[in-house]
């Protein structure tokens, strides 16, 4: 089940009393996670929140841990992750139980027995929810799991999931985006929720009643990033601006980015705007550009622009030079910072 359809679920107050998170998105378990803390509260039951790490625990120790605590305590929700025995994890849990040579012993399937027995369970006075990155759907207690509607998936957001995910929680605050001030927000941040759902914050706090998020704002309230500043930097070289190109090197380095991977970020756009060279000249849409690099589709207008700088011999060039340059400096010819400088210096008299 995906993870929208199970928070549509939880809002209307059903509440199972196991599941199973699974997929590489953390901030999406702990916001679902939340959300059903909520209506335990809403629903007047008292419920504690209780962590356990699954490597450090097996499902037998846990559930004789849980038998325990319930007598003296309220209610609980058991929060457990990377438990093995859910994943296909070469790691083994800790416990003097479990059987040798991969075969479970008779404590083991009981403990799975009984952990399954709760599905069909209503009230009850606790909750499991079990994380890990990717569950192992070949595992009997997996399946049993996911039969059950009780296996919520939770991958990365990226493309038009990031964007409506970055619209809805905007419309909760009934805030809307233009969709220039989306890519570039997307561009600014990048795809981590956490720092996304921060930003949004702030800009949803700056703006009061005004009800739509535009590019400026987005410009001025957060600051640029690394990708900025390399468009930046290309585009004066493009324009034979060397001491601007200079100004945005500097600016880059003051951010404490290592000589090497500054180079990566500037060989990563030279090497775009080789790429997208015979995408434009096959009139190909800037959409369907965006899909086949990989990126934004406000990336590719700015690279759309930056390309008329150049053509198809001058950007060989460049790429010639880029080549060398870091080839010496990770052979220990040249000093990084020195070898960046030379390389802009080269870049902006290099004729057309």
Not at 106 to 112: D, G, Q
Request: net charge positive; charged share 35%; glycine share 6%.
């Amino acid at each position: 089940m995906d993870f929208r359809q199970a928070g549509k679920i939880i809002k209307k107050g059903k509440i199972a009393p196991l599941y199973l998170f699974s997929g590489p998105e953390d901030y999406l378990k702990e916001e679902l996670l939340g959300e059903i803390l909520q209506v335990l509260k809403k629903d007047g039951r008292s419920f504690d929140l209780e962590r356990k790490d699954g490597l450090r625990l097996s499902l037998t120790d846990l559930l004789d841990s849980v038998k325990q605590g319930t007598i003296f305590t309220g209610g609980r929700v058991y929060w457990i992750s990377d438990p093995p025995y859910l994943t296909a994890s070469p790691q083994k849990a800790v416990s003097s139980k479990e059987g040798k040579k991969g075969k479970k012993s008779p404590s083991v399937k009981s403990a799975e027995k009984e952990l399954l027995s709760l599905l069909g369970k209503k009230d009850p006075d606790f909750l499991f929810i079990f994380t890990v990155e990717k569950a192992d759907r070949r595992k009997k207690i997996v399946k049993a799991i996911e039969k059950a509607g009780l296996l919520i998936e939770f991958p990365l957001l990226r493309g038009k999931s990031l964007s409506s995910w970055i619209k809805n929680e905007l419309l909760l605050q009934e805030k809307q985006v233009e969709e220039d001030a989306l890519f570039e927000l997307i561009e600014r941040v990048g795809e981590d929720l956490r720092r996304l759902k921060s930003e949004l914050d702030k800009i949803v706090t700056y703006m009061g009643k005004e009800k739509t998020v535009t590019r400026s704002l987005v410009s001025y309230l957060i600051p640029d990033s690394n990708e900025d500043s390399i468009f930046n930097l290309v585009e004066a070289v493009g324009n034979k601006n060397m001491q601007e190109a200079f100004f945005h090197l500097t600016k880059m380095r003051r951010q404490n980015e290592h000589p090497l991977k500054i180079l990566a970020m500037i060989i990563r756009q030279y090497r775009l705007l080789y790429q997208i060279l015979p995408m434009r000249q096959a009139k190909i849409s800037p959409r369907k550009m965006a899909s086949l690099l990989r990126v934004q589709p406000f990336v590719v207008g700015e690279l759309i622009k930056q390309l008329e700088k150049y053509n198809q011999e001058s950007l060989a060039r460049v790429l010639f030079l880029l080549k060398e340059i870091d080839r010496d400096i990770k052979t220990g010819r040249r000093e990084g910072d020195e070898a960046l400088e030379q390389l802009i210096l080269k870049l902006s008299l290099m004729p057309e």
